[in-house]
């Protein structure tokens, strides 16, 4: 893939002619690459936000990003108010994960921040009200993690996703996180062959490593490409091998909260949820 190619190459002694033929492929093609899944300190992140503005910055290549904090977008004001004050080589979406009653959603290119725990029909016309895009972020994967508050991550599901597909702009089928990849398998199944939605990528960047290693390709360059190239269906997910020391820093990360979901499940027992069949199916298709 492109950025792990670009990052591969920095070791060796052909690293300027690799580089150049490199950029200009790439600017031949006037592709653009978005990160629209980041979390900081103002949700369940590690990061500050004048960090993440530094880090994307000086160590990717991306040229959109979305910060998407979970029922808030107060860290996205944030930087969009940091960024005025500097000039950055890539551009901003404000975002949110916004909490519905029947699992995640996140809302780009919003103006006020949309409430949780609403039903999904309401949620989705909060974001449709603000010309925002609605994308179904990690959709297959369910946290049973008890009680609910304590979940960083819970996907809507395919019976769901199908029942409100016409008001869902794009279907994250790549999420970077080390765990997914039988969850990314079966959301890229039920897009490919029921939802024909357009195709994201995202980091759901928790700390500063993870950014950039799930991204979106898109014609163009800036945050307003992005959102035309998902309305048009112009999109391609994108992932990138994590590295050891990424690895280990994601581990330590989540290792806390791990020991919480099971003790919690210990003490409580596991968060109920209706099966859904048409989900167990794909993710079936996709393991034979």
């Not at 002619?17 to 790439?26: G, K």
């Not at 031949?28 to 990061?47: E, M, N, P, Q, T």
């Not at 960090?51 to 860290?75: F, P, R, S």
């Not at 991204?215 to 391609?236: M, N, P």
Request: charged share 20%; aromatic share 8%; with cysteine.
């Amino acid at each position: 893939m492109a950025l792990s190619l670009k990052k591969n190459i920095l070791c060796t002694p052909l690293e300027p002619w690799f580089l150049r033929e490199y950029n200009q492929i790439m600017d031949s093609l006037k592709l653009g690459k978005a990160d629209c899944h980041l979390h900081s300190v103002y949700s369940d992140g590690d990061a500050e936000i004048a960090d993440i503005l530094e880090y994307v910055q000086n160590q990717t290549d991306l040229d959109v990003i979305a910060i998407t904090d979970h029922d808030t977008i107060e860290g996205a004001l944030l930087a969009k108010k940091l960024m005025a004050d500097r000039d950055y080589n890539f551009q901003l979406i404000i975002g949110e994960e916004i909490t519905t009653n029947e699992g995640h959603l996140v809302g780009l290119f919003l103006q006020e921040a949309v409430p949780a725990n609403l039903s999904i029909q309401e949620t989705l016309a909060r974001i449709r009200i603000q010309k925002g895009l609605a994308i179904a972020v990690h959709p297959f994967y369910h946290s049973r993690m008890q009680p609910a508050r304590y979940a960083t991550m819970d996907g809507i599901g395919a019976t769901t996703l199908l029942r409100n597909n016409a008001f869902i702009d794009a279907v994250e089928i790549v999420n970077a996180t080390p765990t997914l990849a039988d969850e990314n398998l079966a959301a890229s199944i039920l897009n490919k062959t029921l939802l024909f939605n357009a195709e994201v990528g995202g980091s759901d960047a928790h700390i500063l490593e993870a950014i950039g290693m799930g991204y979106t390709l898109f014609e163009g360059k800036t945050a307003r490409d992005f959102r035309q190239a998902v309305l048009e269906h112009q999109t391609r997910a994108m992932y990138q091998n994590w590295s050891y020391l990424g690895l280990v820093k994601y581990g330590f990360f989540y290792f806390p909260r791990g020991l919480r979901l099971l003790i919690h499940t210990i003490l409580h027992g596991r968060r109920h949820r209706a099966p859904d069949l048409l989900e167990e199916e794909i993710i079936k298709e996709g393991n034979s």
